[in-house]
């Protein structure tokens, strides 16, 4: 006769094992050395060939970007702007189009890992410590959603991560991604398309650099600000209807 406990424990390995997979994929990938060529440094060394590449392959070669963005995004690589300016670099403003279907994308797979891995059990189990932010979620996923992808300093993960935790739809979530992650795309896309004027300059070509250059800085705060406007406004309706009158 089977042991209940069992059946309990194998429906929360194959429950997990989505997200277990994504885990692996990543810590493998930093384990071979992978981030070595998907990073600045390895677009400065190796940008002769990568530029002979796409003027040979076009068409190969941005597919074979594309499946790369979407991978590592699906297992959580933690730095998409990295990929980002890479794209902008080889292929301009078709880098960022690139871009941002492959992050939506692979954001959408991760998504669907989580959501699998958490079940309905561990969301009942934290809802009494995370009710605020649930709240958000439940109130209208899809703005809660727009407004943390648009806030450019919240991880990119944290949020795909956060949608699944709380149950979000996943067309909800992949249409809040696509918008809300297109104003910064596009801003480090600019950025990475003009990095072989900065190289053949001898400048310093880092994340760092990039987003404290004014033009980058600049929107991006703007980005913030417009993320967090209806929080404020949320927040301050609800003094003014506790304020005794």
């Known amino acids: 006769m089977p042991n209940p406990g069992d059946n309990t424990w194998a429906a929360r390995a194959r429950r997990a094992a989505p997200l277990a997979a994504a885990a692996l994929a990543l810590g493998a990938f930093f384990l071979l050395?992978?981030?070595?060529?998907?990073?600045?440094?390895?677009?400065?060394?190796?940008?002769?060939?990568?530029?002979?590449?796409?003027?040979?392959?076009?068409?190969?070669?941005?597919?074979?970007?594309?499946?790369?963005?979407?991978?590592?995004v699906a297992v959580a690589f933690p730095s998409s702007i990295v990929l980002t300016l890479v794209g902008g670099y080889l292929f301009g403003l078709a880098g960022g189009v690139l871009s941002l279907l492959a992050a939506t994308?692979?954001?959408?797979?991760?998504?669907?890992?989580?959501?699998?891995?958490?079940?309905?059990?561990l969301r009942l189990r934290f809802r009494g410590v995370l009710a605020r932010l649930e709240e958000g979620f439940r109130g209208n996923a899809f703005l809660y959603l727009l407004s943390l992808r648009l806030f450019p300093f919240v991880p990119f993960v944290a949020v795909t991560l956060a949608g699944a935790f709380f149950g979000a739809k996943w067309r909800t979530?992949?249409?809040?991604?696509?918008?809300?992650?297109?104003?910064?795309?596009?801003?480090?896309?600019?950025?990475?398309?003009?990095?072989g004027a900065i190289l053949d300059q001898g400048g310093e070509l880092s994340?760092?650099?990039?987003?404290?250059?004014?033009?980058?800085?600049?929107?991006l705060l703007g980005m913030a600000a417009l993320a967090a406007?209806?929080?404020?406004?949320?927040?301050?309706r609800r003094r003014l209807e506790e304020t005794p009158q």
């Open 33 to 72: 050395g992978g981030a070595d060529y998907v990073s600045l440094d390895g677009l400065r060394e190796h940008r002769a060939d990568l530029t002979h590449l796409v003027a040979t392959h076009p068409a190969l070669t941005a597919a074979g970007f594309f499946v790369v963005y979407v991978t590592l």
């Open 105 to 121: 994308l692979g954001a959408i797979l991760l998504f669907f890992a989580a959501q699998t891995a958490f079940g309905e059990g």
């Open 173 to 195: 979530f992949g249409l809040a991604t696509l918008i809300g992650t297109a104003p910064a795309t596009f801003i480090y896309t600019g950025v990475g398309a003009g990095a």
């Open 207 to 219: 994340v760092r650099s990039a987003l404290l250059q004014p033009m980058v800085l600049g929107p």
């Open 229 to 236: 406007a209806p929080a404020l406004w949320r927040t301050w």
